[in-house]
């Protein structure tokens, strides 16, 4: 059973430009959770999407954006890149089970803004 | 928000020695979840514990959720066990993590 897959794993982008990252979530679940993690801190909340609709979002600006598609992968968007917006970037998808969300984490895409 | 602090933020411990992670958090919660990253960058989810004490191996957790804290235990450490460890509380839909303990593990 493969877990939460991340693609591309590694990044580099030009200031300015625009970013796609990609997440196919574990097999039997529904959402998808984005979180970036600067060197040295603890991952940081995006948003979650669940039924193709962003259910929460974090204290980010709209250049973040993100879709959720029928079969429950998921896309985050980056746009007018800065500098600051160099971080791994982890996708989780989860399930609900008997009212508990247990989370499973991708290998992350680091991204490098030059 | 939510603030969540772990402590220590750097541990370096001798192999088979024992050690205690802590992660204080500022309000009540209805999920906390401590994981290990590896040197990876991929996060390993250790245990679910909103409350209570759980035990898997060598690590078992006990979280105090009306003084609101949670500790991780690590028994007879290995060298596999070096990374760093997250405490992460919130509820359903987002989770706030800390800043982390460094675990080393030297042989």
């Known amino acids: 059973d493969a877990g939460v897959t991340q693609s591309p794993t590694h990044l580099i982008k030009t200031r300015g430009q625009q970013v796609t990252l990609r997440c196919s979530p574990k097999?039997?679940?529904?959402?998808v959770s984005w979180y970036q993690q600067a060197l040295g801190q603890g991952p940081q909340f995006i948003f979650q999407?669940?039924?193709?609709?962003?259910?929460q979002r974090g204290n980010f600006p709209d250049r973040f954006s993100g879709h959720q598609f029928p079969n429950y992968s998921s896309e985050l968007n980056v746009n007018a890149l800065l500098l600051g917006d160099s971080a791994l970037y982890l996708c989780?998808?989860?399930?609900?089970?008997?009212?508990?969300?247990?989370?499973?984490f991708g290998s992350g895409t680091r991204l490098t803004v030059v | 928000g939510i603030q969540v602090e772990q402590s220590p933020p750097d541990l370096i411990l001798q192999e088979g020695a024992n050690s205690t992670l802590r992660c204080n958090f500022s309000?009540?919660?209805?999920?906390l979840q401590w994981f290990h990253q590896n040197p990876w960058g991929q996060l390993i989810n250790l245990f679910y514990?909103?409350?209570g004490t759980k035990q898997n191996g060598r690590l078992s957790a006990t979280t105090v959720a009306t003084e609101r804290y949670s500790l991780l235990y690590i028994s007879s450490s290995q060298t596999t066990d070096s990374g760093v460890y997250f405490c992460?509380?919130?509820?359903?839909?987002?989770?706030?993590f800390g800043a982390g303990t460094r675990l080393t593990v030297k042989p």
């Open positions: 989780a998808s989860s399930l609900v089970i008997q009212g508990a969300r247990g989370y499973t």
């Open positions: 097999s039997g679940h529904d959402t």
């Open positions: 999407y669940y039924e193709e609709e962003e259910r």
């Open positions: 309000d009540s919660v209805n999920n």
């Open positions: 514990i909103p409350s």
């Open positions: 992460a509380v919130g509820g359903n839909n987002d989770m706030r």
